[in-house]
C-alpha cells in the first residue's frame, strides 16, 4: 500500500518542521549560556583564573548535581572548593529563567564541558527548584 503523492507532501513537510524545532531546541542551552553565563565563566568553560571558577570537569558541579539548578537561579556566595581550588566570588542567581531554560543550561553543561557528567530532565530541574533553600 503506498500513500499518495499529496499525502507524502504533508508528511515530509511534517517531518521537516519538527526536525527544525528540535534543532533549535538543541542549540538553547547554548545560546542561554552564552547569554546568562558565558560573561564570567567564559565561552569555553574555563573560568576566571582564581576568581570564577571553571565549568569544565568542574568536581563541584558533579558533587552539587542535584543543587546546580538552584545555584542557576539563587545565586551562590562564599567560599567553594573546585577542582581543589578555593574560590570566593559571589555568582549572582537568574530567578528570571524559567525551569526550561535552567534544564537547557545544565545539560549545555554536560555536553560541552562534561560537569555534570549526567543530563538532569526537566522534571528533575522542577523538583530541585522547588525544594531550594
Not at 552564552?34 to 571553571?54: D, K, M, Q, T, Y
Amino acid at each position: 500500500m503506498s500513500l499518495p503523492k499529496k499525502s507524502l507532501c504533508v508528511l515530509l513537510w511534517v517531518s521537516l518542521s519538527f526536525a527544525g524545532c528540535f534543532t533549535e531546541r538543541g542549540d538553547e542551552g547554548e545560546l542561554l549560556y552564552g547569554r546568562h553565563c558565558a560573561s564570567c565563566h567564559l565561552e569555553n568553560g574555563e573560568g576566571l583564573r582564581g576568581v570564577i571558577p571553571p565549568l569544565v570537569n568542574s568536581d563541584y558541579s558533579e558533587k552539587n548535581r542535584d543543587y546546580l539548578a538552584c545555584l542557576i537561579r539563587q545565586g551562590i556566595q562564599g567560599p567553594i572548593m573546585v577542582n581543589g581550588k578555593q574560590y570566593n566570588q559571589p555568582m549572582p542567581g537568574n530567578p528570571q529563567l524559567s525551569e526550561a531554560d535552567i534544564t537547557n543550561i545544565i545539560n549545555y553543561l554536560h555536553k560541552e564541558f562534561k560537569s555534570p557528567k549526567e543530563r538532569v530532565s526537566f522534571g528533575q530541574v522542577r523538583e530541585q527548584v522547588a525544594n531550594c533553600p
